[in-house]
């Protein structure tokens, strides 16, 4: 029976082959809670009397929405979470300071590796698919799974998208990753697991399949995956895995949609208020005044995104109607990007870089926007009131259309600023 690389990482926790469409209660790996729910869900883990966990183990608590307490409410809801690692022992708990982005950096610790199920609270938990790892988002039903061991899933079809060539001068993967959006088609990849493959994933740094998984969330997927390779293999064995669970699509496997991704067609790409899918190429938007810009998120704070940055700001200033933010999603990335000297960049250029985490994305909780002004960041959403006021207005692009829209005080095309060297 050929099978799928999701239905493959799901029969192995099931123990027995499943079929796409087929009602599951696959048994994680690993399970994965954020600050803001963990305080939540030991709640209603309390409220329903539940002294033990299935399997605390195998359950991680991260902090990263909100790192830096700016309030009495937040410093209680840290102190929640760190009450509840103890009543529940468990198995790992990575507080401020000891990782960042929780999408991130346990692929960089090692914790997750190809052909692993990850169940976890966050939408955005499809990261893990950067090296191959099956990440589920459960909201509210992880206290489930925390309680019980397990839940109840209806396993993803698969939608096949094959990446090839190379992208063009001031084009990143970010720019792929939400053409892709507009491209695909919202009632086809509704619950289904977006596959990427293809030659041209090897000209891309190998941070940029993070981009890749995290965005199909956002037409409805369910979640996506990078089948693993000879990078993958690499990026393993630096972590000191020499011999990765290597899992992939059956050639003759069942496939809903199966796509070319040319990155050579791609050009620079913004995502237009009010939703992260209504894209369109950067020129859509090009002398739209900025007041704010962001550059971190789940999706792009990765260390290729802060490079790109750097080379737009190294020597330049941020315009003076302009406040803009830099969050290294992890706190290797920030070390890195200070060993390379791209903090010194952004500092002089006027930019504010903040604590690895999720950063203004989180909601606005540090450095909202006020009433009427307008924001482009790399993000991972620009629904209304995303960074505090319903009528502030939302972008999302690149890292590099970011620093060039900071520098210019107006949306504008990193081609135009950069040249195409």
């Known amino acids: 029976m050929p099978q799928t690389t999701s239905e493959k990482i799901l029969s192995r926790a099931m123990g027995r082959k499943v079929r796409a469409g087929e009602v599951i209660e696959p048994v994680p790996d690993i399970v994965f809670v954020h600050d803001w729910y963990a305080a939540t869900v030991g709640r209603v883990l309390e409220d329903h009397g539940i002294e033990k966990l299935a399997e605390p183990e195998k359950v991680v608590f991260v902090t990263d929405h909100e790192p830096l307490a700016v309030s009495p409410e937040a410093a209680q809801r840290q102190k929640k979470v760190r009450d509840l690692v103890q009543k529940y022992r468990i198995g790992r708990f990575f507080d401020v300071g000891r990782g960042g982005h929780g999408h991130v950096f346990p692929v960089e610790m090692g914790l997750i590796h190809p052909g692993m199920y990850v169940a976890a609270y966050d939408t955005h938990v499809p990261n893990y698919g950067a090296v191959g790892a099956l990440g589920i988002p459960y909201l509210t039903e ?9 839940v109840w899933l209806r396993v993803p079809k698969t939608v096949r998208v094959r990446v090839s060539g190379k992208l063009g001068p001031w084009v990143s993967v970010r720019d792929v990753a939400q053409k892709l959006l507009a491209d695909l088609d919202p009632e086809i990849v509704d619950y289904t697991t977006v596959e990427f493959s293809g030659e041209g994933l090897q000209n891309l740094p190998f941070d940029a399949r993070f981009t890749l998984c995290n965005t199909p969330i956002e037409i409805g997927a369910k979640s996506a995956i990078v089948i693993p390779d000879g990078m993958t293999r690499a990026y393993m064995a630096a972590r000191g895995l020499s011999d990765p669970d290597m899992v992939h699509s059956d050639p003759d496997a069942d496939f809903v949609l199966e796509v070319e991704c ?17 894209v369109a190429p950067i020129t859509a938007a090009l002398g739209v005044p900025v007041h704010h810009a962001f550059i971190g998120s789940c ?9 790109s940055a750097a080379a737009v700001l190294r020597g330049r200033k941020i315009a003076p109607t302009v406040r803009m933010f830099i969050t290294p999603a992890t706190h290797a990335i920030f070390a ?28 606005g909780r ?28 939302v972008y999302l692009a690149s890292a590099a259309s970011v620093a060039c829209a900071a520098v210019a005080g107006v949306i504008t095309d990193p081609r135009e600023m950069m040249g195409n060297a």
């Open 142 to 150: 992880i206290a489930d799974v925390l309680a019980f061991g397990s």
């Open 299 to 307: 999706a792009s704070g990765l260390l290729s995104d802060l490079r």
């Open 262 to 278: 040319r990155l050579d067609d791609v050009p620079p790409q913004v995502a237009l208020p009010p939703r992260p899918d209504n």
């Open 336 to 363: 890195e990007a200070s060993a390379e000297g791209l903090i010194q960049v952004f500092a002089e250029a006027g930019a504010i870089v903040t604590a690895p985490g999720c950063g203004p994305c989180a909601a």
């Open 366 to 393: 540090i450095a909202p926007l006020a009433p009427g002004e307008t924001s482009i960041n790399t993000g991972t959403r620009n629904d209304p009131g995303r960074l505090g006021p319903s009528d502030a207005q």
